[in-house]
């Protein structure tokens, strides 16, 4: 894929073309194994610094669009999703996680079958390393947005360890509070923007203003 603008500042994206088709719906158990198995293979591509698989700051559904955010570490990613937790949240606890290719953006629109039977994968733009409790979010974030391909494909790929699903609250929790609130420091009124190339500042989070009662959030869910 390749982006660039001519003299008039009109922006173009060129995408080599991928023969094939999609399905979708795709419902077919045998279909979704097979991409199961794809996740399976990425999971062993392995790398110890996390985010974007370009490089540059992480894209996707989990962050916020008005944020260019850059990790240098697992602790710092994990620093960064707690800062996003209220005192009610659960702590998220990302140690001993693995970072491993992650795709984020698994929907059947994305998957192109070729006459073979074999598929290619298309849309990269939210994909790089990250723990593959990642990879599980999106599928639960997702869920029947897509019909049953969801669900489908979480029953098919190997399970998560006991220590990965018992985060799966704490970073649903932090994506509803970043659709929700805008987060600042405590020294700012205006929402904070990480620098492309920053790892050494991490905003805040301010008290969501209105104060609501306690029992709003139980109702809430967060």
């Known amino acids: 894929m390749i982006f660039f603008a001519d003299e008039q500042d009109w922006g173009y994206i060129v995408m080599e073309f991928i023969e094939g088709k999609v399905i979708d719906p795709l419902e077919d158990v045998s279909a979704i194994q097979r991409v199961a198995s794809m996740l399976g293979h990425f999971a062993t591509l392995r790398y110890n610094i996390p ?13 916020p669009q008005t944020e260019d955010l850059v990790f240098d570490s697992l602790s710092r990613i994990e620093e960064w999703f707690n800062s996003r937790l209220f005192a009610h949240n659960p702590n998220l606890d990302l140690q001993g996680c693995d970072l491993v290719l ?19 994968l298309i849309d990269w733009a939210s994909a790089g390393f990250y723990p593959r409790l990642f990879e599980f979010c999106m599928q639960w974030i ?22 990965e699903m018992a985060q799966k609250e704490a970073i649903l929790c932090a994506w509803r509070n970043i659709q ?43």
């Open 142 to 163: 997702f869920d029947g947005k897509d019909g049953s391909f969801n669900s489908l494909l979480l029953e098919s790929v190997d399970p998560l360890s006991d220590h």
């Open 51 to 63: 985010g974007s698989l370009y490089r540059g700051a992480c894209r996707g559904l989990l962050f």
């Open 180 to 222: 929700k609130y805008p987060f600042r420091n405590k020294t700012s009124k205006s929402p904070q923007r990480l620098s492309r190339h920053s790892t050494d500042f991490l905003p805040i989070p301010a008290h969501p203003m209105p104060d609501y009662p306690p029992e709003w959030y139980e109702k809430a869910g967060c």
């Open 102 to 120: 992650c795709h984020l953006d698994i929907v059947p629109r994305n998957i192109i079958w070729q006459e073979d039977g074999s598929l290619c």
